[in-house]
Nanobody, 125 residues
Framework: QVQLVESGGGLVQAGGSLRLSCAAS????????MGWFRQAPGKQREFVAF????????YYADSVKGRFTISRDNAKNTVYLQMNSLKPEDTAVYYC??????????????????WGQGTQVTVSS
């Protein structure tokens, strides 16, 4: 069982930055592949970024590539999402997910086993 708690959301102007954190419980955090997803009102949850258990592999949605950076600190059981050059269309609730399955599609939310409660990010124009 893994419990995830996101933090770091808030209100920011377009062009600004935020860093989201996702703290995980448990002693085997490095065994979990981690992903960030987001969900805007009236829309489906969409993939944002992924990081492998060791941190050696990362993938991003095209819409955030070059602006967002995912990282993790396994000693602190935490994964981060640094978001720069934010746009109003980035406004959403951001969720982190964890999966121990090494073979599932990293960009499909159905392949994640555990989710946090989400943190709201609002970007004003």
């Amino acid at each position: 069982q893994v419990q995830l708690v996101e933090s770091g959301g808030g209100l920011v102007q377009a062009g600004g930055s935020l860093r989201l954190s996702c703290a995980a419980s448990g002693r085997t955090f490095s065994s979990y592949r981690m992903g960030w997803f987001r969900q805007a009102p009236g829309k489906q949850r969409e993939f944002v970024a992924f990081i492998s258990g060791s941190g050696s592999a990362t993938y991003y949605a095209d819409s955030v590539k070059g602006r967002f950076t995912i990282s993790r600190d396994n000693a602190k059981n935490t994964v981060y999402l640094q978001m720069n050059s934010l746009k109003p269309e980035d406004t959403a609730v951001y969720y982190c997910g964890a999966t121990i399955n090494p073979y599932g599609n990293y960009n499909s939310y159905g392949n994640y086993d555990y989710w946090g409660q989400g943190t709201q990010v609002t970007v004003s124009s």
